[in-house]
């Protein structure tokens, strides 16, 4: 993720700490916790060839990453339904999970997005939903980016959007504009989504901490988290979102999906593995993700 990226080298002096939950938040410290708390995490793509040996069974051939994908992890970001929209993979990924519990998260279209940024978008909106229908229990949740340019001169535009996709429909909203998170237009902005039961993605990275808004407008998290390159900081920032996670479990939280973004994307499923190896020791979860020996930091 280029977004809000810094180079290891540049991390000395950088404030990581999680911030308060926003008082907004839908998750609030009254709610009981909820009795199927989920948590999915992955990386944001399977064909990674220096994968195959640490994560991959030896001698894994390039038709076979998503089969050895499937099995290490339990959710993926799926990015690459941003640049193209293809039913007959669809099918076909679907077919590759028959039989797990696995789930794909979508990017929407970049035609909607960015092409559109949400303007007269009817038909590509109901495209894209009933392609994701195809998928049927292996969806999980779908999100969508607007362009950092995209600033809240153009909220209208976000409610006709919304007015399209039925309320709670598995659609996460991921805001890079800094205007979105200034007090009074996020406020607006996190009723709009709770109206719709939609989530606000919520965005780690080292260069633009005004995306970490640790506010939930549904009961499912969605946290894509950029690490620099298995810097100490990336292990102590996932130690401080395991803490997070389990408070959240305690106040309703209903499941969350964690991905793992590494310049270096050799990098990303030894961080999996430590979120999914503290969530295990420290809350008895079970995370469907790669043990490795490097888990321990």
Request: aromatic share 12%; hydrophobic share 35%; with cysteine.
């Amino acid at each position: 993720m280029k977004f809000g990226h810094a180079e290891p080298e540049h991390l000395n002096g950088l404030t990581f700490e999680l911030p308060p939950d926003h008082t907004d938040s839908l998750i609030q410290k009254s709610q009981k916790a909820h009795d199927s708390f989920r948590v999915y995490t992955g990386c944001g793509k399977w064909g990674i060839k220096e994968w195959i040996g640490p994560i991959y069974p030896k001698g894994t051939k390039q038709k076979n990453f998503l089969s050895a994908y499937l099995q290490t992890f339990g959710s993926i970001e799926l990015n690459g339904t941003f640049y193209r929209l293809s039913r007959t993979s669809i099918e076909n990924w679907k077919a590759a999970a028959e039989g797990t519990d696995f789930l794909f998260c979508p990017k929407w279209s970049q035609r909607i997005s960015h092409f559109k940024r949400l303007n007269e978008v009817e038909e590509n909106t109901e495209y894209f939903m009933q392609s994701m229908a195809l998928l049927g229990d292996h969806l999980g949740q779908t999100f969508l980016t607007l362009p950092p340019n995209f600033g809240v001169k153009h909220m209208q535009r976000v409610k006709d959007f919304l007015e399209l996709v039925p309320p709670g429909y598995p659609l996460q909203m991921e805001f890079r504009h800094k205007e979105w998170f200034e007090e009074a237009h996020f406020a607006e902005l996190v009723g709009v989504l709770k109206a719709q039961q939609i989530g606000l993605v919520i965005t780690d990275v080292a260069l633009r901490r005004d995306v970490l808004h640790m506010c939930l407008t549904s009961p499912v998290a969605f946290v894509r988290f950029n690490g620099y390159g298995l810097h100490e900081t990336d292990y102590t920032r996932l130690d401080a979102w395991v803490e997070r996670l389990l408070e959240w479990r305690q106040n309703g939280l209903k499941s969350v999906y964690f991905f793992m973004h590494q310049q270096n994307e050799t990098h990303t499923p030894y961080l999996a593995s430590y979120l999914a190896e503290r969530l295990r020791k420290s809350g008895g979860i079970d995370v469907h993700a790669p043990k490795l020996p490097q888990s321990d930091g």
